[in-house]
Protein backbone atom coordinates (compact mmCIF):
# COMPACT_ATOMS: atom_id res chain seq x y z
CA UNK A 1 0.00 0.00 0.00
CA UNK A 2 2.41 2.24 1.46
CA UNK A 3 6.33 1.55 0.37
CA UNK A 4 7.73 4.29 2.21
CA UNK A 5 6.38 1.91 5.48
CA UNK A 6 8.92 -0.13 4.71
CA UNK A 7 11.85 2.49 4.94
CA UNK A 8 14.65 1.23 7.89
CA UNK A 9 13.67 3.95 10.14
CA UNK A 10 10.42 3.23 10.18
CA UNK A 11 9.23 1.43 13.63
CA UNK A 12 5.66 -0.12 13.95
CA UNK A 13 4.09 -2.11 16.99
CA UNK A 14 1.01 -2.98 15.25
CA UNK A 15 1.53 -3.18 11.32
CA UNK A 16 -1.63 -4.62 10.59
CA UNK A 17 -3.37 -2.18 12.40
CA UNK A 18 -1.35 0.58 10.76
CA UNK A 19 -3.01 -0.90 7.46
CA UNK A 20 -6.49 -1.10 8.94
CA UNK A 21 -6.22 2.75 9.54
CA UNK A 22 -4.47 3.84 6.32
CA UNK A 23 -7.35 2.08 4.27
CA UNK A 24 -10.19 3.69 6.73
CA UNK A 25 -8.27 7.18 5.77
CA UNK A 26 -8.17 6.08 1.94
CA UNK A 27 -11.94 5.11 1.58
CA UNK A 28 -12.44 8.83 3.18
CA UNK A 29 -10.39 10.30 0.57
CA UNK A 30 -9.49 14.12 0.75
CA UNK A 31 -13.07 15.31 1.52
CA UNK A 32 -12.84 13.45 5.06
CA UNK A 33 -8.59 14.58 5.95
CA UNK A 34 -7.29 16.84 7.67
CA UNK A 35 -3.70 16.98 8.79
CA UNK A 36 -2.61 17.94 12.42
CA UNK A 37 1.36 18.73 12.91
CA UNK A 38 3.41 20.24 15.00
CA UNK A 39 6.04 22.65 14.03
CA UNK A 40 9.60 22.50 15.31
CA UNK A 41 11.69 19.20 14.79
CA UNK A 42 8.44 17.23 12.91
CA UNK A 43 7.90 19.76 9.84
CA UNK A 44 11.80 21.08 10.44
CA UNK A 45 15.37 19.15 11.06
CA UNK A 46 15.96 18.28 13.77
CA UNK A 47 19.98 18.08 12.26
CA UNK A 48 22.31 18.45 9.33
CA UNK A 49 25.58 16.87 8.78
CA UNK A 50 25.80 15.90 12.81
CA UNK A 51 24.63 19.71 13.76
CA UNK A 52 21.44 20.50 15.46
CA UNK A 53 19.08 22.49 13.55
CA UNK A 54 17.68 25.60 15.15
CA UNK A 55 14.10 25.20 16.81
CA UNK A 56 11.71 28.70 16.04
CA UNK A 57 12.43 29.41 19.80
CA UNK A 58 16.43 29.08 19.31
CA UNK A 59 16.34 31.05 15.86
CA UNK A 60 15.83 34.25 18.10
CA UNK A 61 17.98 33.26 21.11
CA UNK A 62 20.78 32.92 18.76
CA UNK A 63 20.27 36.20 16.34
CA UNK A 64 22.18 39.25 16.05
CA UNK A 65 18.94 41.09 18.06
CA UNK A 66 19.68 39.58 21.62
CA UNK A 67 22.36 41.18 23.61
CA UNK A 68 25.52 38.25 24.70
CA UNK A 69 23.89 38.76 28.21
CA UNK A 70 20.66 37.58 26.58
CA UNK A 71 22.29 34.38 24.91
CA UNK A 72 23.85 33.10 27.78
CA UNK A 73 20.59 33.42 29.44
CA UNK A 74 18.63 31.44 27.44
CA UNK A 75 21.48 29.17 26.83
CA UNK A 76 21.07 27.77 30.71
CA UNK A 77 17.09 28.06 30.43
CA UNK A 78 18.05 25.48 27.73
CA UNK A 79 19.90 23.30 29.72
CA UNK A 80 18.27 23.15 32.61
CA UNK A 81 14.81 22.86 31.02
CA UNK A 82 15.18 21.09 27.92
CA UNK A 83 16.54 17.28 29.99
CA UNK A 84 13.39 17.48 32.05
CA UNK A 85 11.30 18.11 29.22
CA UNK A 86 12.59 15.01 26.90
CA UNK A 87 12.91 13.08 30.28
CA UNK A 88 11.62 9.43 29.77
CA UNK A 89 11.29 8.51 33.44
CA UNK A 90 9.32 12.14 34.61
CA UNK A 91 5.24 12.19 34.10
CA UNK A 92 3.19 15.35 32.62
CA UNK A 93 2.26 16.10 35.59
CA UNK A 94 5.53 16.85 37.28
CA UNK A 95 6.92 18.57 33.94
CA UNK A 96 4.15 20.75 33.34
CA UNK A 97 4.96 23.79 35.75
CA UNK A 98 8.67 23.43 34.84
CA UNK A 99 7.64 23.99 31.02
CA UNK A 100 5.25 27.03 32.12
CA UNK A 101 8.39 28.33 34.12
CA UNK A 102 11.00 27.92 31.18
CA UNK A 103 8.51 29.73 28.63
CA UNK A 104 7.56 32.28 30.46
CA UNK A 105 10.99 32.91 31.63
CA UNK A 106 12.36 32.70 28.03
CA UNK A 107 9.80 34.76 26.86
CA UNK A 108 10.44 37.93 29.76
CA UNK A 109 13.81 37.15 28.53
CA UNK A 110 13.13 38.02 24.83
CA UNK A 111 10.79 41.16 25.66
CA UNK A 112 13.65 42.95 27.24
CA UNK A 113 15.66 42.48 24.25
CA UNK A 114 14.09 45.51 21.86
CA UNK A 115 13.25 43.10 19.33
CA UNK A 116 12.08 44.90 16.31
CA UNK A 117 9.01 42.92 13.69
CA UNK A 118 10.61 44.65 11.21
CA UNK A 119 14.15 42.00 12.00
CA UNK A 120 11.93 38.87 11.74
CA UNK A 121 12.44 38.00 8.14
CA UNK A 122 16.30 38.66 8.19
CA UNK A 123 16.54 36.68 11.41
CA UNK A 124 14.91 33.74 9.44
CA UNK A 125 17.03 34.12 6.84
CA UNK A 126 20.23 34.09 8.11
CA UNK A 127 19.67 30.97 10.22
CA UNK A 128 20.35 27.25 9.91
CA UNK A 129 16.32 26.51 10.24
CA UNK A 130 15.80 23.52 7.48
CA UNK A 131 12.09 22.32 6.52
CA UNK A 132 12.23 18.18 6.30
CA UNK A 133 13.19 17.33 2.96
CA UNK A 134 10.13 16.71 1.03
CA UNK A 135 8.13 19.39 2.48
CA UNK A 136 7.44 21.07 -0.76
CA UNK A 137 5.85 18.32 -1.71
CA UNK A 138 3.87 18.05 1.65
CA UNK A 139 2.66 21.54 1.09
CA UNK A 140 1.50 21.20 -2.20
CA UNK A 141 -0.45 18.24 -1.98
CA UNK A 142 -2.18 19.18 0.98
CA UNK A 143 -2.99 22.32 -0.96
CA UNK A 144 -3.90 20.62 -4.18
CA UNK A 145 -6.00 18.32 -2.69
CA UNK A 146 -7.91 20.83 -0.17
CA UNK A 147 -7.02 19.28 2.50
CA UNK A 148 -6.62 21.68 5.72
CA UNK A 149 -3.42 21.78 7.58
CA UNK A 150 -3.58 22.86 11.23
CA UNK A 151 -0.03 23.81 12.88
CA UNK A 152 0.25 23.33 16.42
CA UNK A 153 3.23 24.76 17.55
CA UNK A 154 4.77 25.82 21.27
CA UNK A 155 7.58 27.89 18.98
CA UNK A 156 7.34 31.45 17.94
CA UNK A 157 4.54 31.45 15.71
CA UNK A 158 5.70 34.53 14.03
CA UNK A 159 9.22 32.97 13.36
CA UNK A 160 7.62 29.39 11.99
CA UNK A 161 5.10 31.40 9.43
CA UNK A 162 7.61 33.21 8.09
CA UNK A 163 10.18 30.16 7.62
CA UNK A 164 7.24 28.81 5.74
CA UNK A 165 6.39 31.63 3.87
CA UNK A 166 10.09 31.98 2.65
CA UNK A 167 10.07 28.49 1.62
CA UNK A 168 6.87 29.64 -0.61
CA UNK A 169 4.59 27.19 1.10
CA UNK A 170 1.93 29.14 3.02
CA UNK A 171 -0.72 28.27 1.25
CA UNK A 172 -4.55 28.99 2.01
CA UNK A 173 -5.07 26.01 3.64
CA UNK A 174 -2.46 26.24 6.18
CA UNK A 175 -3.85 27.99 9.75
CA UNK A 176 -1.24 28.02 12.56
CA UNK A 177 -1.83 28.36 16.41
CA UNK A 178 1.42 28.94 18.21
CA UNK A 179 3.00 31.90 20.50
CA UNK A 180 2.58 35.07 18.66
CA UNK A 181 4.89 37.98 19.64
CA UNK A 182 2.68 41.41 20.95
CA UNK A 183 4.48 44.13 19.13
CA UNK A 184 3.75 47.46 20.34
CA UNK A 185 2.76 50.61 17.49
CA UNK A 186 6.75 51.25 16.75
CA UNK A 187 6.62 47.38 16.26
CA UNK A 188 9.13 46.95 19.25
CA UNK A 189 8.58 43.70 21.12
CA UNK A 190 6.50 44.23 24.46
CA UNK A 191 5.57 40.35 25.39
CA UNK A 192 3.50 37.39 23.89
CA UNK A 193 -0.16 37.44 23.25
CA UNK A 194 -1.58 34.83 25.19
CA UNK A 195 -2.81 31.88 26.14
CA UNK A 196 1.06 29.92 26.39
CA UNK A 197 1.74 27.05 24.79
CA UNK A 198 4.17 24.79 25.55
CA UNK A 199 5.25 21.49 25.11
CA UNK A 200 2.38 19.73 27.64
CA UNK A 201 -0.60 21.60 26.72
CA UNK A 202 -1.29 21.15 23.32
CA UNK A 203 -4.91 20.30 23.46
CA UNK A 204 -8.15 21.76 24.44
CA UNK A 205 -6.81 24.32 27.12
CA UNK A 206 -5.46 26.35 24.52
CA UNK A 207 -8.33 26.10 22.43
CA UNK A 208 -10.92 27.22 23.64
CA UNK A 209 -11.85 28.89 20.89
CA UNK A 210 -12.31 26.02 18.77
CA UNK A 211 -14.17 27.77 15.83
CA UNK A 212 -11.34 26.15 13.51
CA UNK A 213 -12.25 22.92 14.15
CA UNK A 214 -16.38 23.61 13.66
CA UNK A 215 -15.80 24.76 10.61
CA UNK A 216 -14.22 20.86 9.89
CA UNK A 217 -16.70 19.20 10.83
CA UNK A 218 -16.88 17.06 8.04
CA UNK A 219 -13.13 16.62 8.58
CA UNK A 220 -13.26 13.51 10.67
CA UNK A 221 -10.15 11.30 9.66
CA UNK A 222 -7.16 13.14 10.77
CA UNK A 223 -3.09 12.51 10.40
CA UNK A 224 -1.28 13.52 13.35
CA UNK A 225 2.59 14.38 13.13
CA UNK A 226 4.62 15.04 16.42
CA UNK A 227 7.50 14.83 18.18
CA UNK A 228 7.04 14.58 21.66
CA UNK A 229 4.75 12.93 24.16
CA UNK A 230 2.89 16.62 24.31
CA UNK A 231 2.04 16.29 20.54
CA UNK A 232 -0.75 13.30 21.19
CA UNK A 233 -2.90 15.54 22.14
CA UNK A 234 -3.34 18.07 19.32
CA UNK A 235 -6.33 16.20 18.20
CA UNK A 236 -8.60 16.98 21.04
CA UNK A 237 -10.45 19.86 20.17
CA UNK A 238 -11.94 17.83 17.13
CA UNK A 239 -15.29 16.27 17.61
CA UNK A 240 -16.23 13.15 16.63
CA UNK A 241 -12.67 11.58 15.14
CA UNK A 242 -13.75 8.80 13.02
CA UNK A 243 -9.90 7.67 12.06
CA UNK A 244 -6.22 9.00 13.49
CA UNK A 245 -3.18 7.67 12.56
CA UNK A 246 -0.26 9.08 14.75
CA UNK A 247 2.97 9.43 13.07
CA UNK A 248 5.80 10.29 15.61
CA UNK A 249 9.65 11.55 14.76
CA UNK A 250 11.76 10.25 17.46
CA UNK A 251 14.71 12.36 17.16
CA UNK A 252 16.68 12.45 20.65
CA UNK A 253 17.45 9.91 23.07
CA UNK A 254 16.31 7.13 20.82
CA UNK A 255 17.10 3.89 23.32
CA UNK A 256 15.54 5.16 25.87
CA UNK A 257 12.80 6.84 24.29
CA UNK A 258 11.51 4.15 21.62
CA UNK A 259 9.34 1.78 23.66
CA UNK A 260 7.44 4.95 24.94
CA UNK A 261 7.00 5.89 21.38
CA UNK A 262 5.99 2.81 20.37
CA UNK A 263 3.16 2.64 22.60
CA UNK A 264 1.83 6.27 21.61
CA UNK A 265 2.26 6.60 18.31
CA UNK A 266 1.33 4.55 15.18
CA UNK A 267 4.04 4.70 13.45
CA UNK A 268 7.82 5.95 14.44
CA UNK A 269 10.37 7.08 12.52
CA UNK A 270 13.90 7.09 14.00
CA UNK A 271 16.46 9.63 12.94
CA UNK A 272 14.44 10.19 9.93
CA UNK A 273 14.93 13.71 8.45
CA UNK A 274 12.37 13.33 5.80
CA UNK A 275 8.79 13.57 5.49
CA UNK A 276 8.53 10.30 3.07
CA UNK A 277 6.69 8.54 4.99
CA UNK A 278 3.97 11.17 5.69
CA UNK A 279 3.93 12.16 1.96
CA UNK A 280 3.65 8.26 0.94
CA UNK A 281 0.64 7.63 3.08
CA UNK A 282 -0.97 11.00 1.70
CA UNK A 283 -0.33 10.05 -1.76
CA UNK A 284 -2.00 6.76 -0.90
CA UNK A 285 -4.94 8.52 0.50
CA UNK A 286 -5.05 11.11 -2.13
CA UNK A 287 -4.75 9.05 -5.13
CA UNK A 288 -7.93 9.42 -7.37
CA UNK A 289 -8.90 5.60 -7.55
Known amino acids: MVPELEKETVRMKDPEQVKKIVSRLKKGGAVQLQVISDFDMTLTRFGF ?38 DPYRTVADKL ?15 QQKILKSDISQIVKESDVMLRDGFNVFFNQL ?22 RQAGMFHPNVNVVSNYMDFDDDGVLRGFKGPLIHTYNK ?4 LKNTEYFQQLCMKTNILLLGDSMGDLSMADGVANVENILRVGFLNDKIEEQREKYMEAYDVVLEKDETLDVANGILQFILAKT
Not at 203 to 206: F, L, R
Open 49 to 86: NGRRCPTSHNIIDNSRVISEEGKKRLKDLLHYYYPIEI
Open 97 to 111: PLMVEWWTKAHDLLS
Open 143 to 164: YQSQVPLFIFSAGVGDVLEEII
Open 203 to 206: NNTV
